[in-house]
């Protein structure tokens, strides 16, 4: 089974629509995250949730919008897609915030094209 | 503030050459570090990590020590395959803070 499991895995879509990736983790992990994957392969943090609770917050537009209905749920909301939001996004999970030493588990990322 | 830099890429070698790929870091506090590897068109997965300073990571071959005198957490491996081409990326974790990745280092093997 699979441990961080995304979808859809690949989307295309015009500029100024909504769509949502939604992410869920099997591994009992009380923290959960969003990172986005740029075209050079960077990867940098977007949100972080612990039980539940939005813990990060890096500087994001507000059209982005996480929602996490419960532990093992992390969903992604994007409001009216620029093609700038085109990338990887990797929802991960890991036991307490990463930091003492605990894995980060990611999911095998959705690739979002908006044209 | 936290940041990982790796050598830049591609990295190109032949089959059952010596890998090295150089990661430093800067820290605030006692990090633990990490190495993903990111396979064409797949997610990361967790290589090797080391939590305290002189602790070896290492996985399928690949090793790395953490060097706290150095600030460093070098990955290398004996003999690389062609199956062992892909993105390499160094990261980093401080206390109860995010995980901070290096840009990633692009490793090509070929027979």
């Known amino acids: 089974d699979t441990a961080v499991s995304q979808t859809p895995k690949y989307l295309v879509t015009q500029m100024g629509n909504d769509k949502s990736i939604k992410c869920e983790q099997n591994l009992g992990h009380d923290t959960m995250y969003w990172y986005k994957q740029d075209s050079k392969k960077f990867l940098k943090i977007m949100f972080s949730y612990n039980n539940k609770e939005l813990i990060i917050n890096e500087t994001v537009p507000n059209r982005f919008s996480p929602k996490s209905p419960d532990k093992a749920h992390l969903n992604l909301h994007i409001n009216s897609l620029e093609l700038g939001d085109s990338a990887v996004y990797f929802c991960?999970?890991?036991?307490?915030?990463?930091?003492?030493?605990?894995?980060?588990?990611f999911g095998e990322g959705s690739w979002l094209t908006v044209v | 503030g936290n940041s990982v830099t790796q050598m830049e890429g591609p990295v190109t070698l032949s089959e059952e050459a010596f890998l090295t790929i150089n990661c430093t870091y800067t820290?605030?506090?006692?990090?633990?570090l990490f190495w993903y590897v990111q396979y064409p068109g797949e997610g990361l997965q967790l290589l090797l990590k080391?939590?305290?300073?002189?602790d070896k990571g290492s996985n399928k071959g690949f090793e790395a020590t953490y060097r706290k005198e150095t600030t460093s957490f070098h990955l290398e491996k004996g003999s690389v395959q062609v199956s062992d081409s892909a993105v390499y990326f160094c990261a980093l974790s401080v206390g109860f803070q995010k995980l901070v990745f290096g840009t990633g280092t692009r490793l090509l093997v070929s027979p």
């Open positions: 820290a605030t506090g006692y990090p633990s």
């Open positions: 080391a939590t305290k300073a002189d």
């Open positions: 991960a999970s890991s036991q307490e915030s990463a930091g003492s030493g605990n894995t980060i588990y």
